[in-house]
């Protein structure tokens, strides 16, 4: 008889023993009882023989494994930094059983179509039964034949959704490959010859990087290995696909993402059995166990979507993705126009090697000016560019950041955002006292009667939203066409698809919208963006807020001068900003250089790694009191711990929030630790209402 340990997802972080006459290899599935119901467990090693009885395994799965040893390396680390039992990591290898489909065989020459907006963008439309069925095949199956979808549904449904703009239908045939240009040529050159460093390409969008990646995927699938290409966004798998296809005819290209059916299993199949040579997916695919992975690319690398936030466990997949190359001894490249803080650091330091391509070859680069406002909604600058805009008969596209839960307090003459004096994060208003918190730490004061930079006793809470906007921008211009585009105003397919109509048809002259509208979107005829509040993001109580509004604000900006020459007027109240600066000159370099300072004296990342423990409860009393047994079972540990604070969102889905930060020296030995206190036997209380995040990204 052999002894084995179990891992199940979902139960204790110690795996079970159980008994099995015959041997097993280490990462198969097996079916096991716990109390007296059959579970999917992983086998995870050999036990010796345990001095109490045990149940026997029910039922071996695989026969031989498809976790090999570095795979198995992999998922024991993970769990471990991520704090979740081992078979949590592994149910993510697999695709979920229940899917048994029919073969979507892999793309060959011919028409192809598939799904053009994104998911989130799809929920918001209204369709008719037979457009259902087709939108929920294509989600299904990604990108499919034409001819099959022409004789499975409605050829007018489909009409339907191609004129929509839904669907896209793409003829793939040749192949299309380009001539790289030497800077091009010389990036690839330089990671080729040094695989065991950590690559980032920077550089703006359209600026070649893909075409870059692509070469170097060539001449390591030319070697006979795999490639893993990693995407923010399922939709934009199968526009990738396409383009992957068109490059590589002689090769087979997989498609993976939580978002597919029954073609989930079988690319899956084909991944692991060594079928494909390239596999495109989102985060999910990271844990795929392919063999013989010659090359890892992470495009978009600063999209939040690779972060797993509201399920366990909450990973990343970026750094997922980095040890996996690790081990796997194979090229690591990331890509991005606006790469994370924390990337790039490792870039400076030497860690990873960076390269940058700077041509351009799409498009020209608008013009940007700031303008500080005070008080009023419109700077004299900006009214005056709108009319020149609209009297040359181009479009104006004014942005309104979309009001957040929190609302920031600032300084109406210097444009000071009030922030905690521990954290250095803005901290919020919080209208039932009239007080301003820290989230992190829980610190709390009065409203504040002057500012503490310049002394001026205007302060102001909040931003304006879209309907405002909307309002005053039709008393100053009574005559011009003008259109809102929020979620309230567009809600269903007709909507959306009028408006879009409307604005390609110049029916408006000037449009007010808020990020809903700048994703993916082309007007050609823009000739202006305004930004009407660029200080809203920044008052957002998260230490990443001036990243996420560079990142916002650059890609606004690129919504101007797509046809016509175009120009950007942002309006704050404070231009000195230095995130502001570097929007305005369009220097990544130089935010990066203000931002790392700031990170460096306040200690975050990646100068301290951080974890998050959220207490929850029905009951407020209840959040509070576990959230101080934990604080006090961990004083001790090897970090510093800021609050217990109120959630930024303090009452989610009728449970109370509290929370606490912890700022890390070493990571590892922060999990360690944490892992032995924070158990039931040790605190005595029910783990399920509290939440460990490691590497948090919202607060
Ligand atoms: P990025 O990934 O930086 O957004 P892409 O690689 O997608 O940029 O390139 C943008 C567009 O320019 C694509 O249509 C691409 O095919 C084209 N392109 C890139 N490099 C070249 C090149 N050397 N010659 C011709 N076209 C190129
Ligand atoms: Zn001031
Ligand atoms: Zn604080």
Request: some cysteine; charged content about 25%.
């Amino acid at each position: 008889m052999n002894y084995f340990y179990v891992g199940i997802s979902k139960y204790p972080i110690q795996s079970l023993v159980y008994s099995y006459d015959g041997e097993i290899e280490e990462g198969a599935r097996v079916f096991v009882d716990i109390r007296g119901r059959k579970r999917l467990g992983y086998v995870i090693g050999k036990a010796e023989r345990p001095e109490f009885n045990v149940k026997s395994i029910l039922e071996v799965i695989d026969k031989t494994s498809y976790i090999d040893e570095k795979m198995m390396l992999l998922i024991k680390e993970s769990a471990f930094k991520y704090m979740v039992p081992i078979g949590e990591v592994m149910d993510l290898c697999f695709p979920p059983f229940k899917f048994k489909g029919k073969s979507v065989k892999s793309v060959e020459a011919g028409k192809y179509i598939s799904l053009k907006i994104s998911l989130s963008d799809l929920l918001k439309f209204k369709f008719t039964a037979e457009e259902t069925r087709i939108v929920e095949f294509l989600l299904e199956n990604g990108i499919v034949e034409y001819n099959y979808i022409s004789r499975n549904f409605s050829k007018n449904a489909m009409k339907s959704l191609l004129d929509k703009g839904i669907v896209i239908l793409t003829n793939i045939s040749g192949q299309q490959i380009v001539n790289l240009t030497p800077v091009q040529k010389e990036v690839v050159m330089s990671i080729i010859s040094n695989p065991y460093k950590p690559h980032l390409i920077h550089g703006i969008t359209g600026s070649g990087k893909t075409e870059i990646y692509f070469e170097i995927a060539d001449k390591v699938v030319q070697n006979g290995k795999k490639v893993l290409i990693l995407v923010p966004e399922i939709i934009l798998t199968p526009q990738l696909m396409v383009r992957t296809r068109k490059r590589f005819p002689n090769a087979k290209v997989g498609m993976y993402h939580s978002g597919l059916g029954s073609s989930r299993k079988i690319e899956w199949d084909e991944a692991v059995n060594g079928n494909l040579d390239i596999l495109l997916g989102t985060r999910s695919a990271v844990w795929v166990p392919i063999k013989n992975i010659g090359l890892i690319v992470v495009d978009e690398e600063q999209d939040e979507s690779y972060k797993q936030y509201a399920m366990r466990p909450y990973y990343n997949a970026v750094d997922v993705a980095k040890r996996r190359a690790e081990i796997e001894g194979a090229i690591f490249v990331l890509s991005s126009a606006t790469p994370r803080i924390e990337t790039y650091y490792r870039c400076m330091t030497g860690s990873y090697q960076l390269h940058k391509v700077v041509e351009r070859t799409v498009g020209e680069i608008p013009e940007i000016t700031v303008v500080k406002t005070g008080g009023a909604i419109f700077s004299n600058v900006l009214i005056s560019r709108i009319e020149q805009v609209i009297k040359k008969g181009n479009q104006v596209f004014l942005f309104v950041p979309k009001k957040g839960f929190a609302s920031r307090v600032q300084c109406e003459d210097c444009g000071y955002i009030f922030k905690c004096p521990n954290c250095d994060v803005p901290m919020t208003y919080h209208k039932i006292d009239g007080t301003l918190k820290c989230h992190y730490c829980g610190h709390i004061e009065p409203f504040p009667s002057t500012c503490p930079v310049c002394g001026s006793a205007r302060i102001k809470r909040g931003g304006v939203g879209t309907e405002r906007v909307e309002h005053e921008i039709s008393k100053l211009f009574p005559g011009a066409r003008i259109k809102r585009m929020d979620r309230e105003e567009v809600k269903d397919i007709e909507s959306v698809e009028s408006t879009l109509d409307g604005i390609s048809k110049r029916e408006y002259d000037i449009v007010v919208g808020t990020k809903m509208i700048t994703k993916g979107l082309d007007f050609p005829s823009i000739g202006l963006v305004g930004v009407i509040d660029a200080d809203h993001s920044l008052g957002i109580p998260d230490f990443r807020s001036n990243e996420r509004t560079f990142q916002l604000l650059s890609q606004v900006s690129g919504r101007a001068g797509r046809g016509v020459k175009g120009e950007v007027v942002i309006q704050t109240m404070d231009p000195a900003n230095p995130t502001i600066k570097a929007v305005e000159k369009q220097d990544y370099e130089a935010f990066y250089l203000s931002e790392i300072e700031r990170r460096r004296v306040s200690g975050y990342p990646p100068f301290k790694e951080l974890i998050l423990i959220t207490s929850e409860s029905t009951s407020e009393k209840e959040a509070f009191k576990n959230i101080e047994k934990v604080r006090s079972a961990i004083a001790n540990g090897p970090f510093e711990v800021l609050g217990p604070a109120e959630s930024p969102i303090f009452k989610l889905m009728s449970k109370y929030r509290y929370q606490l930060l912890l700022k890390c020296d070493d990571i590892n030995e922060s999990v360690d630790y944490l892992s032995k206190v924070i158990r039931e036997d040790v605190i005595g209380f029910d783990p399920v209402n509290l939440k460990v995040d490691v590497g948090p990204y919202t607060f």
